[in-house]
């Protein structure tokens, strides 16, 4: 995690998980939760979504279903959660996409930031930058290098615009001051597929989705995307110490509602969130997967929905 964003979450840990207005609520939830994850199947998002779809509905007593929604940088998704009731019972489960909504689709109908009520931040997780075999690099500086010398013609597979992934080349094009033609896909599966068989030149993505055809030679790890070295891949250095002052991206995942819904429901399910990202049996099971559980309250969210906009969308608009 940022120091950043370690300093919007600061306190919300000691939170009480049990709020009086969450406690003097009854009959929420009063029929099973959607939860909607406006990506396709098997991405970091709808991973973190069925990582907390059991213990999060067993927590609140109803069943969730996880309902796919991809496509056009996450409003599909979203456009699901603002056609429902607001009665707190369709969560959005989405990334940093949100929050550069304004920035992609000035005219999609809706406001990315009032339409929705923040209910807690999920998780954070590192991102690695690698290259395929056939790219001359095996660091940073040697990437910059090629790339100056291919212009628009090198490749960048991105699981969709607005997207963490698209959002973490943009922010190496802008900072390395760089060229590259991004090639977008409907869902992380058929992006990795491209880039293992060299049909695509480089993809910064998720470490625990890439790790595996890193140490299998398939493809070349060149750094992580965090202000610190990962755990997971402790011997990659991060991009900004390999030169390229103030890189710093991750892949998030948090929680929303539709705004108008009740909030003693919102208060619910916050308190429900955080109590299960406690237990040490699914932290671990994100901990499998390379992914860091940060729960927060539903303010402390709201705060680094802002943040993230303020930070992004600049650098979409620049691009």
Known sequence: MTPTRRGLLAGASTLPFAPAIARAQSGFPQRPLRMVVPFNAGGLIDVTARLLQDPLGQELGTNIVVENFGGAGSTIGARQVLRAEPDGHTLLVTGAAHTVIPALFPDVGFDSVNDFAPISLISEQPFVLCVGNNVPANNVQELIAWLRTRGDEATFATTGIGAAS?????????????????????????????????????MIDSQTLLAPYIREGQIKAIAVTTARRSAMLPDLPTIAESGVEGYRSSSLQMMLTRTGSPPEAIARVSEAVQKVMQDPALQARFAERGIEPIASDAAALGRIIREEGERWVPILRRG
């Open 166 to 202: 698209h959002l973490s080349g943009e922010l190496f094009k802008n900072l390395a001051q760089v060229d590259f033609t991004f090639v977008t896909y409907r869902g992380t599966p058929a992006a990795v597929t491209d880039f293992i068989a060299g049909r695509v030149d480089m």
